[in-house]
C-alpha cells in the first residue's frame, strides 16, 4: 500500500535535511521533563513496531525510562545529563531472549545462535530506534543517539534489571529542542555508496572525505580535525578499546558471546523458569 500522500522528492530531502541531533531540550518551568501529548507518544511508539524484523521474530525491547531516578541513574551511568530532561528517553536493546520463551511454552527448545542473536537482534533494535525518531521527527520533535550505553553498561543491566538475551545497543532521547544545532556534514557519496561491489577509496578520495568533516570537529576558534576526532575513539589508545572489554564481558553476562568455544558454551537467552511451566 502506497502513502496516502506521497511526498515530492524534494520534499523527503528537505525533511532529511532538517535532522539535527539535540541534547538540549525544552522543560517544564521546574527542568522537569515536558511530556508529549498522548497521542504523539502513540504514534511514535505504533511506529516502532511497524519497524521491519527478520524471521517475524522481532528481536528487540525498548525499555521507556519514566521514573526520575531511574533517568537520573542512567544520565550518570552513560554521561549523558539529558536523559534526565528530554521528554521521552529509552534503552534501545537486543532481545532474544523473548523469542526462546516462546519456544519454551510450546515445548521446543532455543537453538544455540549467540552470533546470529547479536547480528540480528542489533539490526531489528536499530531499525525500530529509527522508526521512532523518524515518527518523532514528523511531529516536530528531534533526540539524540547515546552510544555512550558502553559507558556504564555493567550498571545499566543492573538498572534495568535485564536478563540473559537482552543487551543494550543504545539510547536514545527525544523532546522539542531548546538548540538549534547546525546540519552536520557527511562524507561524499562514493565512499558509502558502492555498485556491485566494494571498491576501497583512493588516498586522494578520503583527504577529500576529512576535509568535507573537519568542521564536525572544529571546537570553538580552533579549526576542526576530523581524523584527529576519529583517533580519539578509534585510534590506539583511544575510547573505543576502553570499552571493548566492557561490551565483551556484557555479551558473556547476557550470554551472547560467541568469541571462543569455552565462553560460547552456554546457551543464549535460554529462560529461567517461570511460573508458567516451572516444575
Not at 571546537?219 to 575513539?233: E, F, H, V
Request: contains cysteine.
Amino acid at each position: 500500500m502506497s502513502a496516502p500522500h506521497p511526498l515530492t522528492p524534494e520534499q523527503v530531502t528537505a525533511f532529511y535535511d532538517a535532522h539535527r541531533t539535540v541534547r538540549l531540550y525544552r522543560t517544564q518551568p521546574d527542568g522537569s521533563p515536558l511530556p508529549l501529548p498522548e497521542a504523539h507518544l502513540e504514534a511514535i511508539l505504533h511506529a516502532a513496531q511497524r519497524a521491519p524484523t527478520d524471521a517475524t521474530a522481532q528481536l528487540y525491547s525498548l525499555i521507556r525510562l519514566t521514573r526520575p531516578e531511574v533517568r537520573a541513574q542512567a544520565a550518570a551511568l552513560t554521561n549523558n545529563a539529558h536523559l534526565a530532561t528530554a521528554s521521552e528517553a529509552f534503552v534501545v536493546c537486543a532481545d532474544v531472549r523473548r523469542t526462546a520463551r516462546v519456544l519454551e511454552l510450546s515445548g521446543r527448545a532455543a537453538g544455540h545462535w549467540p552470533a546470529v542473536a547479536v547480528h540480528f537482534g542489533l539490526g531489528d533494535a536499530v531499525m525500530a530506534g529509527t522508526n521512532l525518531l523518524t515518527a518523532a521527527e514528523l511531529l516536530g520533535y528531534q533526540g539524540c543517539w547515546i552510544g555512550g550505553v558502553l559507558n556504564g553498561l555493567d550498571g545499566l543491566l543492573d538498572l534495568l534489571k535485564l536478563p540473559p538475551g537482552v543487551l543494550p545497543f543504545a539510547a536514545l532521547t527525544l523532546g522539542l529542542p531548546a538548540e538549534a544545532p547546525p546540519q552536520r556534514p557527511r562524507v561524499p557519496r562514493p565512499l558509502v555508496i558502492h555498485t556491485d561491489e566494494y571498491r576501497d577509496a583512493t588516498p586522494e578520495q578520503l583527504q577529500e572525505a576529512v576535509a568535507v568533516m573537519n568542521p564536525i570537529a572544529a571546537r570553538g576558534d580552533k579549526p576542526g580535525d576530523w581524523a584527529r576526532l576519529l583517533g580519539a575513539y578509534f585510534g590506539v589508545g583511544g575510547g573505543m578499546e576502553g570499552r571493548e572489554p566492557h561490551l565483551v564481558a556484557a555479551l558473556k553476562r547476557q550470554g551472547l558471546w560467541a568469541g571462543g568455544e569455552e565462553e560460547g558454551t552456554r546457551r543464549p537467552a535460554q529462560p529461567e523458569p517461570t511460573g508458567e511451566n516451572a516444575g
